[in-house]
């Protein structure tokens, strides 16, 4: 089993910056690839990046590309999430999500663990 806490969300203005973090424990977390989700009020979830076992290799929603960087220190047992400019419709919780079997999932139902989530707010 694989516990997930997220950190780092708040309230920021538009056009500012927030670090989310999500500790991951109870595997070998080089083992997992790691994901970032997103849900609205209202909407579905949907994926912001995710990230290699290795970290070598990324991918990201279109939206957020150029904004957002999805990264990870094997060490500490950690992914981040670096955004930068954000605007009001990235306010949303944030969830972070891993998986041992995909090397770089992108859609949720690939995923088998996920934390209970951060909220990120953005005022305009």
């Known amino acids: 089993q694989v516990q997930l806490v997220e950190s780092g969300g708040g309230l920021v203005q538009a056009g500012g910056s927030l670090r989310l973090s999500c500790a991951a424990s109870?595997?070998?977390?080089?083992?997992?690839?790691m994901g970032w989700f997103r849900q609205a009020p209202g909407k579905e979830r949907e994926f912001v990046a995710s990230?290699?076992?290795?970290?070598?290799?990324?991918y990201y929603q279109d939206s957020v590309k150029g904004r957002f960087t999805i990264s990870r220190d094997n060490a500490k047992n950690t992914i981040y999430l670096q955004m930068n400019s954000l605007k009001a419709e990235d306010t949303a919780v944030y969830y972070c999500?891993?998986?041992?079997?995909?090397?770089?999932?992108?859609?949720?139902?690939?995923?088998?663990?996920w934390g209970q989530g951060t909220q990120v707010t953005v005022s305009s």
């Open positions: 999500a891993a998986d041992p079997v995909y090397n770089i999932p992108t859609r949720g139902r690939d995923y088998n663990y």
């Open positions: 109870g595997r070998t977390f080089s083992d997992l690839a």
């Open positions: 990230i290699s076992r290795s970290g070598g290799r990324t």
